[in-house]
């Protein structure tokens, strides 16, 4: 039974100064704390690229969590990198469509996106 073989490795290698992680996060260790931004949106945006197709979409949340998504099929041929910057566009036009003046905007690669200062 495999289960028995691990359970038995563990046990014939056990670690004589094992100290548990400790999981605590104390407040006092916080440096700063951003203050709330009651009236800012947020979006998140995520591209991709695989056999079935291109894809790009994005998720608008507005300041009392509602959620507006967007989704769009791609129609031509690119890399993952240009889904992710299609996504990024079709989620800021539609937050200039909802007139937003204050956005947070998330992704989970490491896009290059420059950073403007000021009103739209």
């Not at 700063?32 to 991709?48: H, N």
């Not at 949340?61 to 769009?72: A, C, F, G, L, R």
Request: proline content about 3%; overall charge negative.
């Amino acid at each position: 039974m495999k289960g028995s073989v691990i359970v038995d490795h563990l046990a014939d290698h056990v670690m004589k100064d094992y100290e548990p992680l400790n999981f605590d996060f104390p407040d006092e260790d916080v440096l700063s704390v951003e203050e709330e931004k009651l009236d800012w949106w947020i979006m998140y945006f995520d591209g991709a690229v695989n056999v079935s197709g291109n894809g790009a979409g994005a998720m608008i949340i507005s300041p009392d969590k509602k959620h507006y998504p967007i989704s769009v099929k791609l129609q031509f041929g690119c890399t993952n990198n240009t889904t992710e910057y299609e996504a990024c566009i079709m989620g800021l036009e539609a937050a200039l469509e909802l007139n937003i003046r204050k956005i947070d905007v998330y992704e989970d690669s490491m896009l290059i996106i420059c950073q403007v200062k000021g009103e739209w």
